[in-house]
């Protein structure tokens, strides 16, 4: 019996396997992954460093002991180079390797702008428990200055992180944080709370060059403005690596696309997490969130045992771990017709909701969050939804 093979050993890869192994208990399953196959929660690097944890403590299972807890074989340190969907084979660093069923969960890369400078390759990401790693290293001792690329959802949360230990400088070329995401009160409040922590912020202007300047960084913005930094770290964004997917002629726009039940334009080839484009009423997404993921893995599993399942996107709520100011929001979908927030205050919070043209809700962010309120938001949210379907 060929097996079924999965390539990644992320969140994505690992909860497929997880979810399969509860439907189907006998069918061979492969694991092949380029890194060690540890598993750790990709959303705990952004908040670690003040929780006070090293890279080897976010790892919770070995992949010796999720190949035991899936009775799977996992293949690790072996990067998949190529897919040939007619033969239904892989090809590895360890070999070839025959499918029946396939599924790509290789997530994203990270955005890497183009930058001048000599110093321009000592910029970091961090996507990989292994760039926090490195990450950690390269920031030195408390009271080293960091300049972070992006304020985005990962700037602010490492921003936050790491107020508490080092001079942080955030940089954006939009005039808030958080811009393409919340209601513009709530980046506001949130800039507020992370300047009353120390952040610095260069908004309005992106990083044009990093130089070498003595043991630190001379690094210049668009605009002309300069700062010193011990360490720059991009959190421009991500991603999805479509290079597998397109090498072996699958359908890719912004990520590998995939049909309601995950399937590629190729037969029997998946794809989920990071790297998919999911396919919906408007045209196809990208969605890099937990909430998403998980529904896919849960339809994927069921449908490779056995039982067609579509993937239920529906709205989920994303919490924003920036503890000075507790944020949880579902963004304006896009596309979407012109619309407008309105900003009303709940039980001493800050509530934003987001009707379209039509005047249907169709995003809301709350600071600070709390359960009850963001649950009565998104039940507010699917009402109106439905009642405009």
Known sequence: MKPIIIVGTGLAGYTVAREFRKLDKTTPLFILTADDGGFYSKPMLSNAFAQGKQAAQLTSFTAAQMAGQLGATIITGTRVVAIDSASKTVEAGAGKFSYDRLVLAVGARAVRPALGGDAADDVLSVNHVDDYANFRRAIGAPGSRIAIM???????????????????????????PLASLAAPALSRGLLEALEKRGVEFRLGASVGRVDRDASAYAVTLTDGRQLQADAVLSAVGLRPDLRLAQAAGLQT??????????????????????????????????????????????????????????????????????????????????????????????????????????????AFGVAPQEAGIRQGLMAELGSRIMQVA
């Open 253 to 362: 726009g912004r990520g590998i696309a995939v049909d309601a039940y995950g399937m590629t334009s190729a037969p029997d080839i998946y794809a989920l997490g990071d790297c998919a484009e999911y396919a919906s009423e408007s045209g196809g997404s990208v969605m890099p969130y937990i909430a998403p993921l998980m529904s896919a893995a849960r339809a994927i599993a069921r449908t490779l045992a056995g039982t067609p399942t579509a993937i239920e996107l529906k709205p989920a709520p994303i919490i924003v771990k920036t503890p000075s100011y507790p944020l949880a929001l579902v963004p304006v979908p896009a596309p979407t017709r012109q619309g407008a927030w309105q900003e009303a205050t709940v039980e001493g919070r800050t509530v934003c909701r987001y009707h379209d043209a039509d005047g249907v809700m169709t």
């Open 150 to 176: 992006g304020a985005g959802l990962i700037g602010c949360e490492f921003a936050d992180d790491l107020a508490g230990s080092h001079r942080i400088t955030l940089i954006d070329p939009n005039p808030l």
